[in-house]
């Protein structure tokens, strides 16, 4: 529903009521969802431009060079609301969403990441939405042949009745035959191509700018997509053989809005004429506003000249793909619906497109840190209840169900980030943030959540070429979640800027909320990174490797796997010095270590898991602070020889090989046997099933 304020000030704009497919073009295009209103004025304070950036914010996807022969693609979306409500549906479609915008580039896609957020999995609702996200990430992804290469799962009580389904899509394109998604010249001609359009999805964009009720399964499931993967496939083949004959003029996916929102952001630089009853359709009786709102999933818009639409046409019944010539581009700037010959929508395409008014509200900051209370448990069982907590143990069950070597680029894509082979070099992706910490200190959080996926990318040896972002959020009609918004968007570009990576595009999701669980999420800026540097896999220590600990420790518990375990409060990780982060990665591309992994999740302890399950560790300090504090901006390398670690502030903490994970603390001694190692890091997987 269109509210109020917007009807009254459309109608004193256009001195008339407005139709039916009018108001349902208003009430999508002008969603929190499409037009940003609350947030657009914060997300032009970011770092945009770069040397590689060929194509910022704005389109369908990014572009970035990677080599003088090949550029990426990339983009990030959500697709939370409709997760909750159908699960599988909703996480598949998400995933065939945001490829579809890489591939509007006229980009092939080659890989996925997924950051995903859900509530504990001791509840079985929690399980079930769980288990059937994943497998629609999966099912898609395998599907479609793009692989699932990187991802985040973390698990906390603010996302139960909301979770958060982030998906990144990165693809190639030669970087002088990128397509972008504004229409070129006036007489040109609009061809609809792929599915057949039905009544599924129908109100989507305006149903992700608005919280969870307690109904919304049952009222909310239509405007959930419905995906088919298999059409996708030869949408992707379709698409990049029109592509190569140089004749299609610009592209956009058909996601949020649907038709109405591809073809009027397309032509929003011109104007265009849509015949809604020349779409190809897979119901009877539809009206000429489900036909434009619907977000039927699986098709594409693409500009051309008349001469060549019987061409396109062609290419798309070679795939075995439907295919309608819906429309044409025309030099007045107004955005017309004709249905039957009657004209059904007649606006300024200006108004329509951009003319959205912003969103302002009250802001009030908080403090939520709580002092630390030592936890009165012994040393071992909790090193064992952070080992076994979901954001740190293995999470194989999860990934076994993704197809991660198809496109056989795939080279290493455990442990801190993913490398994939590309043009002789390594295309490095990490992806992720922190949302306890950044609830607790939301700017400095948010900045760290740059630091943290750099920090990854530099244990394997790879320079940051770009961040796209998702940034979740609960109401921002919350004074206290517009504060979070405004601080997180700030930290974010303050790092970026201080690190030099170009924030390229992304997207934002806002009104996170259930009133079924009375839960509202943490603020979730999710960010996908890419990088490149040399082809390597991540490497284990050998026997006999000094153990080197990189970067100052503070007790900062708060928003820790610790506190998670006992409830211990205290204070979360200041913005970190991100000149450590350079210094880590140009020691891994030198050869001078032999493994690397940044501290986050779990501490010094969690990394020791990782990185030396059997090792001999000596620490001085306090124990809880050295093995469980996050304090961000930290690393854990194994070294054959310290010297090579001369000029770096270091503390050698011990010494690769042994039987056990041995710590000896400064009043006692913790010895965890592989056995126990495994029994704990395994924990997770044994309850993930629902």
């Excluded at 109020?4 to 208003?26: G, I, N, P, S, W």
């Excluded at 040397?51 to 939370?80: K, W, Y």
């Amino acid at each position: 529903m269109l509210p109020a304020q917007d009807l009254a000030l459309l109608r004193k704009t256009l001195k008339r009521d407005l139709t039916d497919v009018e108001l349902a073009c208003f009430e999508n295009l002008w969603s929190e969802h499409c037009s940003y209103r609350s947030t657009r004025h914060l997300l032009r304070t970011l770092p945009t431009e770069g040397p590689g950036v060929l194509l910022g914010p704005g389109d369908d996807a990014a572009i970035v060079r990677f080599s003088d022969t090949c550029a990426l693609a990339v983009g990030m979306e959500s697709h939370n609301h409709p997760s909750y409500v159908d699960p599988y549906d909703g996480a598949a479609t998400g995933v065939g969403g945001i490829v579809r915008d890489v591939l509007s580039m006229g980009a092939r896609p080659i890989a996925l990441m997924d950051p995903l957020y859900f509530g504990p999995l001791d509840s079985e609702k929690n399980r079930y939405i769980f288990e059937h996200v994943v497998a629609g990430v999966g099912g898609y992804g395998n599907c479609i042949g793009v692989p699932v290469v990187r991802g985040e799962l973390v698990f906390e009580s603010s996302y139960s009745g909301n979770p958060l389904v982030n998906v990144v899509c990165v693809g190639i394109v030669d970087p002088d035959r990128y397509i972008t998604a504004r229409v070129k010249k006036p007489g040109n001609h609009l061809v609809l191509i792929g599915s057949s359009t039905g009544r599924d999805g129908l109100g989507g964009a305006s149903f992700a700018s608005r919280d969870l009720s307690e109904d919304a399964e049952a009222a909310d499931r239509p405007s959930v997509q419905i995906g088919d993967p298999y059409t996708e496939k030869l949408l992707i083949d379709a698409i990049l053989a029109m592509a190569e004959t140089g004749k299609v003029l610009s592209c956009r996916d058909l996601g949020a809005a649907g038709l109405a929102g591809a073809s009027s952001e397309m032509a929003s630089t011109f104007g265009a004429v849509i015949h809604a009853d020349r779409v190809h359709l897979r119901e009877t009786g539809m009206t000429p506003r489900e036909i434009m709102l619907a977000e039927s999933q699986e098709r594409m818009l693409v500009e051309v000249a008349p001469e060549d639409v019987i061409l396109i046409g062609a290419i798309a019944e070679r795939f075995d793909l439907d295919w309608s010539d819906i429309g044409e581009v025309i030099a007045e700037p107004r955005y017309i619906v004709r249905y039957l010959g009657e004209t059904v929508a007649d606006l300024p395409i200006d108004l329509l497109v951009g003319g959205a008014p912003r969103c302002s509200w009250e802001q009030k900051p908080y403090s939520a840190e709580r002092p630390f209370s030592r936890p009165e448990v012994p040393v071992k069982d909790l090193a064992l209840a952070v080992l076994a907590h979901p954001d740190v143990a293995r999470k194989d069950w999860v990934y076994e169900q993704y197809d991660k070597d198809v496109q056989v680029r795939s080279v290493s894509l455990l442990h801190d980030a993913a490398v994939l082979r590309l043009e002789g070099k390594a295309l490095v992706l990490s992806c992720g943030c922190n949302p306890s910490q950044i609830f607790l200190k939301p700017y400095d959080g948010a900045a760290n959540a740059v630091i943290e996926n750099a920090g990854n990318l530099a244990c394997l040896g790879a320079e940051p070429l770009c961040i796209v972002d998702c940034l979740n959020f609960a109401s921002p009609e919350q004074p206290e979640v517009a504060w979070q918004i405004e601080q997180c968007v700030l930290g974010l570009g303050e790092m970026a800027r201080k690190m030099g990576i170009p924030i390229v595009g992304g997207n934002v999701s806002l009104y996170n909320e259930s009133d079924e669980f009375d839960t509202r999420i943490m603020p979730t800026p999710s960010i996908g990174m890419l990088g490149r540097g040399e082809v390597r896999r991540w490497t284990a220590p050998n026997e006999g490797d000094l153990i080197a600990l990189v970067g100052r420790t503070l007790p900062d518990f708060g928003g820790s796997v610790l506190d998670a375990v006992t409830g211990c409060g205290g204070p979360a990780p200041a913005m970190a010095d991100p000149a450590v982060v350079a210094i880590v990665r140009g020691l891994v591309a030198s050869g001078s270590v032999t493994a690397a992994t940044d501290l986050s999740r779990g501490g010094l302890l969690a990394a020791l898991a990782k990185v030396a399950p059997r090792a001999e560790v000596a620490l001085a300090g306090d124990p809880l602070e050295e093995l469980f504090s996050e304090t961000c901006g930290r690393f854990l390398l194994a070294v054959r020889d310290e010297s090579v670690l001369a000029g770096v502030k270091h503390r050698i903490i011990g010494t690769v090989g042994g039987d056990t994970l041995t710590i000896r603390l400064e009043r006692e001694s913790i010895v965890i046997p592989p056995e126990d190692l495994d029994a704990a890091l395994s924990t997770t997987t044994r309850t993930m099933r629902y």
